[in-house]
């Protein structure tokens, strides 16, 4: 288990911008696959974007490509997720998660996460 720390989330209003940033406290990302995930009330948790640690392009889900951006800053030691131009339906409770290998972007595959931080759409 990894304790992994998110951070980031708040309140935007419709086409703002957040970014979400996930980092293990006293260790570094730079070996795990790392998620980003998310739960709204009433749905189940759904992956939002993965990277892998030995390579390979990020994956993302469709509802957020071309507007969400996952990438690794290794110098900080932290992976964060850049969310542009935000919609309502983004609303949701956003989670990182890591595991030693990247099989896929889905919670099952991913055994370590952190707690979560709400990330709210609204006008």
Not at 56 to 80: A, C, L, Q, W
Not at 87 to 108: G, I, M, N, S
Request: with cysteine; proline share 4%; hydrophobic share 35%.
């Amino acid at each position: 288990q990894v304790k992994l720390v998110e951070s980031g989330g708040g309140l935007v209003q419709p086409g703002g911008s957040l970014r979400l940033s996930c980092e293990a406290p006293g260790s570094s990302l730079e070996t795990y696959a790392v998620g980003w995930f998310r739960q709204s009330p009433g749905k189940e948790r759904e992956g939002i974007s993965c990277i892998g640690n030995i390579g390979g392009s990020p994956v993302y889900h469709d509802s957020v490509e071309g507007r969400f951006t996952i990438f690794r800053d290794n110098g900080k030691k932290m992976v964060s997720l850049q969310m542009n131009d935000l919609k309502h339906e983004d609303t949701a409770v956003y989670y990182c998660a890591v595991d030693a290998v990247l099989v896929r972007c889905e919670p099952w595959a991913f055994g370590s996460w952190g707690r979560g931080t709400q990330v709210t759409i609204s006008s």
